[in-house]
């Protein structure tokens, strides 16, 4: 069998099907490296908001985190680590960039072509391609006249020097509250370009020293512990973010961390949020405020009109100058497994089938699309919680499938139409009177349909995915020569 990615999903799957006792896995990543996004994204600044503790694998616990929110350098070298110790590198195949993956009705069989024009066949395709791995550029005006260096957040060009210069940051997500603070003190003039404000709270960080630290190694349950709470506490806020009940307090938490850093009343007003809190991600950050409040910056929120060679002119008229643009536009998250073209049966593309928004059970398997299972597929999303943690339970329910298919050699399984329709009309259902369905954001496709998030805790996406109900599935023998 055959994983595409080799994030945490990949890592993932892999540690769950060696554990199951299957050897014969290729893990096939476009990159030089395992980590993923976190081998994409090295942006001055880069750092998870779930706390260490929770996201990493729970086969795999890390006591030597340095902090509670780990930085990108740390999360890559854990990957990296637990990718050697396990022996998973022998298995991993890089630079190898998925083109097309079309499904061979008569054998059961994919058939992967890469960039590079090799073909791959493999019994089983499991996708560990990730929802934001796909950087989203705006299609600006006058984009490729711009003179200088210009780059996305998560394709960062550390090449450039921007000491002394004038750089323009466009978007204002998870990204650039992390690098605007990063790069504020470095540069001469700071323009950043505001959409929409964000909701942004303090990020409750803290150093784990040595004596920390030793206390996980010596007696791991603390560490245990440490995630079991984590763990709770978002449970709970999922729980009350569902009875409507975390919005009144974020809100309320969130404008006075803004007061507390930002003095100036017409700043203030400008990253005050005009949408409900939680409606888009929330953010942390005890910089990004601060950063913004600097002499050398300056907070833009009327719209781009286009992009000049010199900088970037806004509807007002009004020219910034600019000698670097840094796109902070976030990623296509509603483009599953792009920019892979897949086709199932009778050679439909999963583009075709999932024209009105992108749907799957369990967010794993998709009608008309045999022996291939999504990680991180549609509705699997958080809006609070560790995605760490909906991997692995992907992971062992993936693992199941593959184990009925190792007892039917040739075999094909997808999910019955009927058990699809049902799920996806329920999670719908749901999202519809979620919080996300209440403002324009990531979370949702050009027709306004939530197709990234998981509406429930994630003990239920945990319940319902454990075991594999064989009824809720179709077994297919191949018709023809394998």
């Known amino acids: 069998m055959t994983i595409v990615g080799a994030g ?36 001055p600044g880069a750092a998870c908001d779930v706390p260490s503790p929770l996201y990493s694998l729970s086969t795999d616990p890390n006591p030597d985190w340095p902090r509670r929110y780990s930085e990108q350098p740390d999360i890559l070298a854990y990957l990296r680590r637990v990718a050697d110790t396990r022996g998973l590198r022998e298995s991993i195949r890089f630079g190898v960039d998925v083109a097309t993956a079309e499904f061979d009705d008569g054998a059961n069989r994919w058939v992967l072509t890469t960039k590079a024009g090799e073909v791959i066949e ?55 509250i992390q ?66 009940k975390m919005g009144a307090l974020t809100r309320f938490l969130a404008r006075r961390h803004l007061r507390k850093q930002v003095a100036d009343p017409g700043l203030r007003d400008a990253l005050t949020p005009d949408y ?52 902070g536009t976030g990623f296509a998250a509603t483009d599953f497994l792009a920019p892979m073209e897949v086709r199932g049966r009778a050679g439909r593309s999963l583009a075709e089938a999932w024209v009105k928004g992108a749907r799957a059970y369990l967010g ?25 943690y909906m991997l692995e339970s992907q992971a062992r329910h993936i693992t199941g499938l593959v184990s009925w ?35 324009s954001s990531w979370y949702r496709n050009s027709s306004g349909i939530v197709t990234t ?7 239920t996406y945990r319940r319902r995915t454990r075991g594999v109900d064989r009824a809720d599935y179709r077994l297919s023998a191949p018709s023809g020569p394998r």
């Open 8 to 43: 945490f999903g990949g890592i993932a799957q892999a540690i769950a099907l060696r554990r199951a006792g299957f050897r014969n896995v290729t893990i096939l990543e476009r990159g030089d490296d395992v980590g993923g996004v976190w081998r994409a994204n090295t942006y």
């Open 122 to 176: 493999t019994d089983v395709l499991v996708t560990a391609v990730g929802q934001l791995s796909q950087p989203a550029v705006p299609d600006i005006e006058g984009r490729h006249t711009f003179r200088g260096p210009a780059f996305h957040s998560a394709e960062w060009d550390h090449d450039v020097d921007l000491a002394g210069k004038r750089v323009a940051v466009i978007g204002t997500g998870a990204s650039a």
């Open 179 to 244: 690098f605007v603070p990063a790069i504020a003190p470095v540069v001469e003039q700071l323009t950043v370009f505001q959409r929409s404000a964000a909701w942004v709270v303090s990020k409750p960080d803290s150093v784990f020293g040595p004596r920390r630290r030793a206390l996980f190694r010596a007696v791991p349950a603390t560490l245990g512990a440490e995630r079991l709470g984590t763990w709770g506490y978002f449970e709970l806020i999922t729980f009350t973010l569902r009875m409507r």
């Open 276 to 327: 409900e809190p939680w409606c888009k991600r929330l953010l942390f950050s005890d910089d990004y405020y601060p950063a913004l409040a600097r002499d050398n910056t300056s907070l833009v929120t009327a719209s781009i009109d286009r992009i000049e060679p010199d900088g970037v002119r806004t509807a007002d008229g009004t020219l910034h100058p600019a000698d670097v643009v840094v796109y």
């Open 364 to 388: 794993i398997s998709t009608v008309g699309f045999p022996n291939l299972f999504m990680m991180y597929g549609p509705n699997t999303n958080l809006g609070s919680g560790s995605i760490v």
């Open 405 to 439: 298919l190792a007892e039917n050699p040739g075999h094909a399984v997808e999910v019955d139409p009927a058990v699809e329709d049902r799920f996806n009309a329920r999670i719908q259902k749901e999202l519809d009177r979620s919080v996300w369905s209440r403002c």
């Open 453 to 459: 998030n998981w509406p429930g805790n994630v003990s």
